[in-house]
């Protein structure tokens, strides 16, 4: 059973996500052969005070 975990700085729109869930879904049962009904996808939202580049954190950094 496979097991995807996506990490992403929070902000985008519900239907990006869910587009992205369905391709990468979709890749791995492509790529790996694993039934559809096996495959997990896990997106895991952070906001930008919580998410660092080495010491910078992302809500400091310039977009």
Same mark, same amino acid.
Do not use: W
């Given at each position: 059973?496979? %097991? $995807?975990? $996506? *990490? /992403? $700085?929070? +902000?985008? #729109?519900?239907?990006? %996500?869910? *587009?992205? %869930? &369905?391709?990468?879904? &979709? *890749? @791995?049962?492509?790529? !790996? +052969?694993?039934?559809? *009904?096996? $495959?997990? @996808?896990?997106?895991?939202?952070?906001?930008?005070? &919580?998410?660092? @580049? +080495? #010491?910078? !954190?992302?809500?400091?950094? /310039?977009?």
């Amino acid at each position: 059973m496979p %097991i $995807i975990q $996506i *990490t /992403l $700085i929070e +902000g985008r #729109d519900q239907e990006t %996500i869910e *587009t992205c %869930i &369905r391709n990468v879904a &979709r *890749t @791995v049962h492509e790529s !790996l +052969g694993a039934p559809m *009904t096996s $495959i997990r @996808v896990i997106v895991n939202e952070v906001p930008k005070n &919580r998410f660092a @580049v +080495g #010491d910078m !954190l992302k809500s400091e950094m /310039l977009e």
